[in-house]
């Protein structure tokens, strides 16, 4: 799996789903949060505390949440900030 086939992580439980542009899988004994850790160096963001997203993969957000292929990801209150930069940056990206 490349990690440009990756479009967002969800946690469901004790289990994360990895959300590809093809595919859904399932993912057992990991956390979101490791994943966050292992993955923030890839790019790879929180926007709510159940998803990690792909800001490469994004196609279209508004202030609540954000558009991946066909799947709309839900933007929580605690990671505002961290969206907000990253509308800038998609915004920027589309301007350039």
């Given at each position: 799996m490349k990690i440009s086939d990756i479009l967002y992580f969800e946690s469901s439980g004790n289990d994360v789903k990895v959300i590809l542009t093809n595919?859904?899988?399932t993912v057992s004994k990991t956390s979101i949060s490791n994943l966050e850790t292992s993955l923030r160096n890839k790019g790879f963001i929180r926007i709510h505390?159940?998803?990690?997203?792909?800001?490469?993969?994004?196609t279209a957000a508004n202030n609540?949440?954000?558009l991946l292929g066909k799947f709309t990801v839900p933007v929580g209150r605690s990671y505002k900030?961290?969206?907000?930069?990253l509308i800038r940056?998609?915004?920027?990206?589309?301007?350039i």
């Open positions: 595919d859904i899988l505390r159940s998803f990690l997203i792909n800001p490469n993969s994004v609540n949440e954000v900030k961290d969206f907000d930069n940056q998609f915004f920027t990206r589309l301007l």
